[in-house]
């Protein structure tokens, strides 16, 4: 016996159903912003996620080689395979490029709730836009992708990071440029790890600067635990330019949340530094969306990445954007209930009384399923008792009956299988009954 391997998923048609209803909303809503839809491919060279990824990512890829001797990967994240889509076109492409993209990833993930190793994520980005308003329209599409379910502020929330702010922080607190991204991994490990492991793990990232480990986590600790933007502004005790640096950034931070404000989702932002995110290109404003019931799991995340593109090889072009999975999204529509509609039922199913109605029970089968309605009907000879049972389980919302007498009559009985209300309608104004 087989059985699929640790972390993939089969989907069977209800969880088909599902996946579906998921992917709907998902789009409706991306394109409701403006977004167009873009696939990049599963499989890329390994090089394009070991240098542009970052360190976690790095040791979970699906890495082999393939059987022309290329070092490959499947993709663990689309970001770098479309930074490479548009950079490619940068020249002549319209900006701002808003694309969003629905696709399997796989990471090689240790086993734990809500991670798997082949996923779903949406990703929504635009490129070619420096300005806040796209780090507004991005979070606000987000939070509506969420909504979109149903799901309300008491069941999410937004919380918004900044790693512009960090870089100024643990500029002040003196750390050299070319220590911050080490410096930065360590702050986003900070509550998953011990004591000891992250003594060791700051030593690392300082080492050869002469600043005292232990005195840059506990600063650390301080500027992590902030959530709210004055306590930013007096968390820094600078002057001179970084002063100016600082102030900017703050204005920039109220700027962004009124912005969200008028787009309609300021309930459902809560400013954190704790969030800086593991992946290496982020530069600016960083995020993850959390359910705020049950287990408190991550459903999105996501941040400013302005310095990718030109990484790979094309023009400068700044960039914002997110990923959501649908693991942990199914699981709080699960939990709160707001599954939507979810199984492929047809709208009618078709009760053929005998074979030698079945020409014309097939016909108008057809007639009905050419004009967009759902039909089903029984593909061999069954009594009417067995027929309305399958009716039923099919979850079908009519049944449509046809025998001797209807044939010679030139009709159908229609019966709504909710109410029990049956009509009769003629063969030629069949599809009337679903308008
Ligand atoms: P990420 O935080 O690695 O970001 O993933 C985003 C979301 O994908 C997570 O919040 C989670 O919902 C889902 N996810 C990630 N890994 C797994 C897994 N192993 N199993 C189930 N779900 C998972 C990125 O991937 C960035 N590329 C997002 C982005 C787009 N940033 C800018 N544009």
């Known amino acids: 016996m087989f059985k699929t391997l640790p972390g993939f998923r089969e989907f069977y048609p209800e969880d088909c159903a599902k996946k579906n209803y998921i992917f709907g909303v998902w789009q409706k809503v991306a394109r409701s912003f403006g977004f167009s839809e873009f696939e990049p491919p599963v499989l890329e060279q390994l090089d394009l996620f070991t240098e542009k990824s970052g360190e976690e990512i790095k040791s979970q890829l699906f890495e082999f080689v393939d059987k022309g001797g290329r070092a490959v990967s499947l993709r663990p994240e689309m970001t770098p395979s479309l930074a490479r889509m548009v950079g490619a076109r940068a020249g002549g492409i319209r900006r701002p490029v808003k694309w969003f ?7 090689y993930e240790r086993q734990q709730k809500g991670r798997l190793r082949a996923f779903f994520q949406y990703n929504a980005d635009i490129l070619g836009e420096e300005s806040l308003n796209a780090d507004a329209e991005i979070i606000a599409l987000l939070i509506e992708s969420l909504r979109g ?7 999410f929330k937004l919380r918004l990071g900044d790693r512009n702010l960090w870089v100024l922080f643990l500029e002040s607190a ?21 004591p000891e492991a992250l003594d060791e793990m700051t030593a690392k990232a300082i080492e050869g600067t002469g600043l005292d480990a232990s005195v840059l986590i506990e600063k650390i600790r301080k500027f ?8 930013m502004r007096s968390a820094f005790d600078v002057e001179g330019e970084l002063l100016e640096r600082v102030e ?5 931070w109220r700027e962004l949340i009124s912005i969200l404000e008028s787009l309609g989702v300021g309930a459902f932002i809560s400013p954190d530094l ?80 005998s074979d030698s109605v079945r020409s014309k029970a097939l016909e108008l089968a057809t007639s009905l399923r050419r004009s967009g309605v759902k039909v089903d009907y029984p593909l ?9 049972k399958q009716a039923d389980a099919v979850g079908a919302k009519k049944a449509i ?24 309608c003629a063969f030629a104004d069949i599809q009337k009954i679903f308008e």
């Open 101 to 107: 993209a629905i696709g399997e990833n796989y990471r």
């Open 149 to 155: 379910f149903g799901l309300t502020e008491n069941e």
């Open 174 to 194: 003196g750390v050299p440029e070319d220590k911050i991204i080490p410096v930065l991994s360590v702050v986003d490990k900070l509550e998953k790890v011990s």
């Open 224 to 231: 992590i635990v902030i959530n709210d933007v004055d306590s």
């Open 248 to 252: 900017k950034r703050i204005a920039q």
């Open 274 to 353: 704790g969030i800086v995110r593991g992946l290496a290109y982020y530069t600016g404003f960083v995020f993850e969306a959390f359910q705020t019931v049950g287990t408190g799991r991550a459903l999105a995340g996501g941040g400013r990445y302005d310095n990718l593109v030109k990484k790979l090889g094309y023009q400068d072009m700044s960039a914002v954007g997110f990923g959501m999975g649908d693991v942990t999204v199914a699981d709080l529509l699960e939990l709160t209930g707001k599954t939507g509609a979810l199984v492929d039922a047809p709208d009618a199913y078709l009760v053929i009384g």
């Open 380 to 388: 061999k000879s069954q009594s009417f008792g067995k027929q309305f």
């Open 401 to 424: 009956i046809l025998g001797e007498d209807e044939l010679s009559a030139g009709v159908v009985k229609v019966k709504d299988l909710k109410s029990g209300e049956e009509t009769q």
